[in-house]
C-alpha cells in the first residue's frame, strides 16, 4: 500500500523511474540484439527507448515559476535532473547495438548533410567583412576534399567492410575531425561580430556531422584502435567545445532522424561526453 500511495503522491517521481526502466532495459534488450520488430528505418527496441528518452527529458524541464507550487519542486526537480543525466549515460542507439553495416549505412546516410555543410563553408566567405574572408578561406580550404574522401571511403566500406576500409575511414575522420577544430578555433578568433558568427555557424554545421561519423566509426572499433584515434586527436574537443553550440548541433542531428529535439540533445550530450572520455 505504501508503494501506490508513493507513486499517486508523486507522480512525476514514479514517471520518471518507469521512464529509466524502459531506457535501460531497452539498451540492454537492444545490445543483445532482439529488436521486437521494426518500426519504420529503426526498431522496436530502439523507438521505445528513443520515447522514453525523451519523456524523461521532457520531465526534466525546469518548472514552471508559480507561487504556489515553488515550495513543493526543488526536491523532485533535483530528482529529475540527476535523473536525466543517468539517461545521458546510458547506451543509445546511435552508437550502440549496431552491426558493421548498419554503422556503413548511418555513415553515408550522413554524407549528402555533410556534403551540403561544406557548400555552406564555401559560400559563407562572401557574407564575412572583407578582412576577415581570408582567415575563414584560409581555414576550411580542406573541407571538400577531406569530405569527398570520407564519403568513398564509407560508401567503399558499405559495399565490402573489411578491416582495411575501416581502418582507412579511422584515419581520415580523426583527420577532418581535427581541420574542422582547428577551423573553429580560428573562427573563434575573428573580431568582427557578425562575420565570427557566420563562420561559427557554418564550421559547426561541418563539425556536428563529422562528430556524427566519428562516434558511428568510434561504435565499430577496437578500444585500441579508438585509443589510436584519440591520440591522434591533438585539438581536443574542451578546447572548441565553448565556441559550439549545442541548440544547432541537436537541430542538425534531430533534422537528420527525424526525432524529437529532446532527445537529440540527449544523443549529443552523450557523444560529446563519450568522445571526451575517450580522450578526443
Not at 1 to 14: E, L, Y
Not at 86 to 103: D, R
Not at 146 to 175: D, E
Request: charged share 10%; net charge neutral.
Amino acid at each position: 500500500m505504501n508503494s501506490i500511495a508513493n507513486a499517486w503522491n508523486h507522480p512525476k517521481t514514479s514517471a520518471a523511474g518507469l521512464l529509466i526502466a524502459i531506457v535501460t532495459v531497452a539498451g540492454v534488450l537492444s545490445q543483445q540484439g532482439i529488436n521486437l520488430g521494426h518500426a519504420g528505418t529503426g526498431t522496436v527496441i530502439t523507438l521505445a527507448g528513443a520515447v522514453a528518452t525523451a519523456l524523461l527529458g521532457l520531465l526534466a524541464q525546469d518548472p514552471t515559476h508559480d507561487p504556489a507550487r515553488s515550495q513543493t519542486t526543488p526536491t523532485a526537480t533535483t530528482k529529475l535532473g540527476a535523473w536525466a543525466l543517468i539517461a545521458l549515460l546510458l547506451p543509445l542507439p546511435f552508437t550502440t547495438g549496431c552491426s558493421a553495416t548498419t554503422v556503413a549505412h548511418d555513415i553515408v546516410n550522413w554524407t549528402p548533410a555533410l556534403e551540403s555543410a561544406v557548400a555552406t563553408v564555401d559560400s559563407t566567405a562572401a557574407l564575412l567583412a572583407p578582412a576577415d574572408a581570408p582567415i575563414f578561406t584560409a581555414a576550411t580550404i580542406g573541407f571538400d576534399a577531406a569530405s569527398n574522401l570520407l564519403a568513398a571511403q564509407a560508401k567503399a566500406y558499405l559495399a565490402n567492410p573489411s578491416a582495411t576500409t575501416l581502418g582507412q575511414i579511422q584515419i581520415q575522420v580523426v583527420t577532418f575531425q581535427q581541420q574542422v577544430n582547428a577551423a573553429v578555433l580560428k573562427a573563434a578568433r575573428i573580431v568582427d561580430p557578425a562575420s565570427q558568427k557566420h563562420a561559427l555557424a557554418a564550421v559547426q554545421a561541418v563539425a556536428t556531422i563529422v562528430t556524427a561519423i566519428l562516434a558511428l566509426v568510434e561504435s565499430i572499433s577496437s578500444k585500441a584502435s579508438v585509443a589510436q584515434m584519440a591520440t591522434n586527436s591533438t585539438i581536443k574537443l574542451a578546447q572548441v567545445e565553448p565556441y559550439l553550440d549545442p541548440s544547432q548541433a541537436a537541430e542538425i542531428v534531430a533534422t537528420h532522424y527525424q526525432e524529437p529535439l529532446a532527445l537529440a540533445r540527449m544523443r549529443v550530450a552523450r557523444v560529446e561526453y563519450s568522445q571526451s572520455s575517450a580522450g578526443f
